[in-house]
């Protein structure tokens, strides 16, 4: 079955970096478009960031865009997100999620058509 697995999250001071991985199993990662969402405390879930199957393709959130990077190894069955010049703001719970469309080539900004995500990396930006 489909597993996604976040990890790298933790404490970052203002202006600083981190970087996430999500380990993806039960499913042919190069043929789906992946994101990373987050949820912070009483606000509603922002998708940041997403990429295309075969990975030629990136799109980004106003709020993360010239500070967050995603990637993707399909060879390893691993998706990235490089965060840097934090601010408090980008603190939040991390979710990297499967889109639901078979095709390497699709990407979508909208946070319904994922359909699979993890249990979520913690993100704290604080001095």
């Known amino acids: 079955q489909v597993q996604l697995v976040e990890s790298g999250g933790g404490l970052a001071q203002p202006g600083g970096s981190l970087t996430l991985s999500c380990a993806a199993s039960g499913f042919m990662l190069s043929h789906y478009a992946m994101s990373w969402y987050r949820q912070a405390p009483g606000k509603e879930r922002e998708l940041v960031a997403e990429?295309?199957?075969?990975?030629?393709?990136?799109n980004y959130a106003d709020s993360v865009k010239g500070r967050f990077t995603v990637s993707r190894d399909n060879a390893k069955n691993a998706l990235y997100l490089r965060m840097s010049s934090l601010k408090p703001e980008d603190t939040g719970l991390y979710y990297c999620?499967?889109?639901?469309?078979?095709?390497?080539?699709?990407?979508?900004?909208?946070?319904?058509?994922?359909?699979?995500w993890g249990q979520g990396t913690q993100v704290t930006v604080s001095s």
């Open positions: 999620a499967k889109n639901r469309r078979f095709d390497k080539y699709y990407h979508s900004f909208r946070l319904d058509e994922y359909h699979y």
């Open positions: 990429i295309t199957g075969a990975g030629g393709f990136t």
